[in-house]
C-alpha cells in the first residue's frame, strides 16, 4: 500500500489529504506495473475519520481518468495526475537511514571507508552499484557517492523492494567526515550519513 500526502482544495480551504493506490482487483497494493489502478483522495478531518473526495483511474500508465470527485472539491485532476507519478516511488530517508551505515574499517591490509546497508529499487530484477562521484562537490570533509540504478530487460512488475550495497574506499579517506548518497533515478533522494570513527 502506498500513502501520498498533499493539499488539495475544498472551496477556498486548504486541507490535509492523502492518496492510496489499489490495484483493478480492488485490494490494497503496491501499484503493478501492466495492470489497472485505481487512486483515491481521502480528507482527513482532526479527529482522525477519513472522507474520500475523489478516485482516479490510471490505465495505461500515465494516463488518468477521474470517475468519482466531490463537488465541492477544486484541485484539478492535472494536480493530482502530478502528484502520483513525482511521488509513486516517495520514499522515507529517516527510515532508510536506519538500513544504512558509514563507518572505518581495519583489517591486514589497512584502513578503509566503507558505506553499506540497503536501498530502495522499484521492483525485480534492478541492480544497485554505489559509484564515487566525479568530480566530488565543495566540502573536503564530505564524500559523494552517487546510487547508480540499471533496470532489468523486458517489463517488470512496480513494486518497492529493499536491496543490499556495499562500497569501499581505501585512498584519500582520513578528512571524510560524512558521505553523501544521492539517487538521480526513479526513488530522487539525498541521503547523508556520518561516518562512525
Not at 116 to 123: A, D, I, S, T
Not at 155 to 165: H, I, M, N, T
Request: net charge negative; charged share 30%.
Amino acid at each position: 500500500m502506498e500513502r501520498f500526502k498533499m493539499i488539495v482544495m475544498l472551496g477556498d480551504k486548504k486541507v490535509a489529504a492523502h492518496l492510496v493506490a489499489e490495484t483493478g482487483k480492488g485490494e490494497m497494493a503496491t501499484i503493478i506495473s501492466g495492470k489497472e489502478r485505481v487512486w483515491k483522495g481521502y480528507v482527513m478531518s482532526k479527529n482522525g475519520e477519513a472522507r474520500q473526495i475523489i478516485t482516479i483511474s490510471e490505465y495505461p500508465e500515465n494516463h488518468f481518468h477521474e470517475f468519482e470527485r466531490d463537488k465541492v472539491l477544486t484541485t484539478s485532476l492535472e494536480e493530482f495526475s502530478s502528484v502520483i507519478k513525482e511521488q509513486r516511488n516517495a520514499v522515507d530517508i529517516d527510515d532508510l537511514k536506519k538500513d544504512l551505515k558509514a563507518y572505518f574499517a581495519h583489517n591486514e591490509e589497512g584502513r578503509s571507508l566503507v558505506v553499506e546497508g540497503k536501498l530502495p529499487v522499484p521492483g525485480e530484477g534492478f541492480e544497485l552499484e554505489l559509484i564515487k562521484a566525479i568530480p566530488q562537490g565543495i566540502i573536503p570533509s564530505q564524500l559523494i557517492v552517487y546510487v547508480n540504478l540499471r533496470p532489468p530487460a523486458g517489463e517488470w512488475d512496480r513494486v518497492l523492494l529493499r536491496q543490499s550495497v556495499k562500497y569501499e574506499q581505501k585512498e584519500a579517506i582520513d578528512h571524510i567526515e560524512s558521505v553523501m548518497l544521492r539517487c538521480n533515478q526513479q526513488n530522487r533522494y539525498i541521503i547523508e550519513l556520518p561516518v562512525a570513527q
